[in-house]
């Protein structure tokens, strides 16, 4: 926007027709119309977000008696969800599933989003939505349907033995941690190529070909350019696997088993069955605390990582 | 590209590699649809038969029903409420220079990466500690919070090609402010608004932890799925219920991508609006 526009055009309204729209306006201005038009989304976030999850994080410092709340403030919660030996073994596991998840999905991202972005050159519009489809999908039925590919007498187990290959069906496809990490990586692939793509997309050309002018292997070129640029989007690939991954309740609770249940499940436990909120919101404040700290170190890692591959 | 020949080999292991990407992406979700006109109680293989029976059986669960029509009316009024605020929130954030607007744009965006539990847990609290009875408005209360960040980046690219001089025209020929958002403004969006309607609708419809842990005693059609699941001999019209659901979505988010499209193409943007 030229600092002409951003000056002329608000007197430029005012004078010919003071509506209602910039009556209604808190702040006169541009930035107060702007405010204005943003208030009811953010009154709405407001309310429905920032108040319940400040409520969550004061509650994890209450007790709780059967119905009764006592507000005095406690870190006692914290202790528990900190020592606990069930708390404590389930948010290991969380943390080193979404861990594995999340490199998979990476790791298996990037090849795809970098034939998207270098070697597609007629439909990216197309392959983009392809690949997009399935995240739009219902994620319950994505899950469920690994479930009944996994299942002891399910399409996996019946498709082998239909070939020949096995005789009995195997047992330990599901309700496991693996069978976790598989369900989880799948349903979060799209969420990795995007991000990666974008990146990838930006880079210019043109660095490319001055570095194969100047004798740079293709190897050399994707290490030393290609690689390095696309950090930030392999960075928000990282985040947005694996800070939502670690809460996921769906997965663990369909395709887990006992061994393969998460943090998630027992925050469920926690709020709908043994009516300890306060507890429950202790292990979610941890839990995001931890994946908050783990992906700050992770960011922290990546960027210094990247400054030194330049 | 000056590829040249060296790097013959590479483009095609990778597009080979693409390719089987894609089809493990999509694999698993086949299963479903294809099961579901299996002759069978089991979902394995060899294949018996042909059947349309397991969607027979379904126009007689009154439950599925109940919560067909659970869903939808939340998915309508999700759709509607997320696109109202969006509209509101994307025309204020490109329109005009905002003080702190890459911090506002953050913000509507956190329900994103939020785990969505967090967000469920949360609202439950709160709702039952200010003694409001979970019902399905509880439940569209939560999936307008997670709708509006799509919804708002999606109008956002509408609002940004949006070339100004036409509301400045309509303003000079002494048109209201109001009048020429109206009659002039949200025609050109409307291909933008649509989408928006399309794809915030079906978040809603597919949504499932929200409205697990906020319908109360009202399911919505994921929540229903979900109850069905324990229950093997109701598998098939499970897989057949699912079948429909997918369905829905696809051609839902076929419809929204060729509005959006339209709507890139509208104001000019090469690339489909994707970057």
């Not at chain 1, 990795?192 to 990838?200: G, K, Q």
């Not at chain 2, 992406?25 to 394995?44: E, G």
């Not at chain 2, 809603?204 to 319908?215: G, M, P, T």
């Not at chain 2, 979900?226 to 699912?242: D, E, K, M, V, Y």
Request: positive net charge; charged residues 10%.
């Amino acid at each position: 926007m030229s600092t002409v526009d951003g000056t002329a055009q608000p007197g430029q309204v005012a004078r010919t027709a003071p509506g209602i729209l910039s009556r209604l306006s808190l702040f006169s201005g541009e930035a107060g119309k702007g405010l204005t038009l943003l208030a009811p989304a953010l009154l709405f976030m407001a309310l429905l977000l920032v108040v319940p999850i400040v409520n969550t994080v004061l509650f994890s410092f209450w007790t709780q008696s059967y119905l009764d709340i006592d507000r005095t403030l406690t870190f006692a919660n914290y202790k528990e969800a900190w020592t606990g030996e069930i708390y404590r073994a389930l948010m290991i596991r969380s943390l080193v599933i979404s861990g594995i998840v999340t490199l998979t999905t990476v790791l298996l991202a990037y090849p795809m989003a970098y034939f998207v972005a270098f070697h597609v050159t007629q439909r990216k519009a197309l392959w983009l939505f392809l690949i997009t489809i399935p995240f739009w999908s219902s994620y319950l039925l994505r899950v469920f349907a690994w479930k009944i590919v996994l299942g002891y007498q399910g399409v996996l187990n019946s498709g082998l033995i239909s070939l020949g290959i096995i005789s009995e069906p195997l047992e330990f496809l599901l309700y496991n941690p693996t069978a976790v990490v598989i369900t989880l990586a799948h349903a979060w692939a799209p969420f990795a190529i995007l991000p990666i793509f974008v990146s990838l997309q930006k880079i210019d050309r043109s660095l490319l070909e001055a570095a194969e002018d100047l004798g740079d292997t293709a190897f050399r070129r994707f290490v030393r350019i290609t690689l390095p640029l696309s950090l930030p989007g392999v960075l928000g690939a990282i985040l947005i696997v694996f800070i939502p991954t670690i809460g996921d309740y769906v997965t663990p609770k369909l395709v887990g088993g006992t061994d393969g249940l998460m943090i998630a499940n027992m925050i469920q436990v926690q709020f709908l069955k043994a009516n300890n909120w306060p507890l429950g919101a202790a292990l979610a404040i941890s839990a995001m605390l931890i994946v908050t700290t783990v992906a700050v170190t992770l960011v922290g890692l990546i960027k210094a990582l990247g400054g030194r591959a330049r | 590209m000056t590829g040249g020949r060296r790097s013959l080999y590479l483009p095609n292991g990778l597009t080979a590699y693409a390719v089987a990407y894609l089809m493990v992406l999509y694999l698993p979700v086949v299963f479903i649809p294809l099961f579901s006109f299996n002759d069978a109680q089991t979902a394995a293989f060899p294949l018996v038969g042909f059947t349309t029976k397991w969607y027979a059986i379904l126009s007689s669960i009154d439950a599925m029903h109940d919560a067909l029509w659970n869903s939808l009316g939340v998915a309508v009024s999700t759709a509607v409420l997320s696109t109202v605020l969006g509209i509101f929130a994307a025309r204020g954030l490109t329109r005009y220079r905002v003080p702190g607007h890459g911090g506002i744009l953050g913000f509507i965006m956190l329900p994103l990466v939020l785990p969505e539990i967090m967000v469920a847990i949360s609202l439950l609290v709160v709702l039952l500690q200010f003694g409001v009875k979970l019902s399905l408005v509880s439940v569209t209360l939560g999936h307008i919070l997670l709708a509006m960040p799509f919804a708002t980046a999606v109008l956002m690219s509408s609002f940004e090609g949006f070339d100004k001089s036409l509301e400045e025209a309509s303003a000079d020929l002494g048109e209201t402010p109001m009048w020429t958002f109206l009659r002039v403004t949200l025609p050109i969006v409307a291909p933008g608004i649509v989408a928006s309607l399309l794809i915030t609708f079906t978040i809603s419809l597919d949504e499932f932890i929200i409205a697990f842990f906020l319908s109360g005693t009202d399911p919505t059609l994921p929540v229903y799925i979900w109850s069905q699941l324990r229950f093997p001999a109701r598998l098939p019209s499970t897989l057949a219920l699912g079948s429909i659901l997918l369905f829905a979505s696809f051609l839902l988010l076929c419809a929204a991508e060729l509005f959006r499209r339209r709507m890139a193409k509208r104001v000019g943007q090469a690339d489909g609006g994707y970057l």
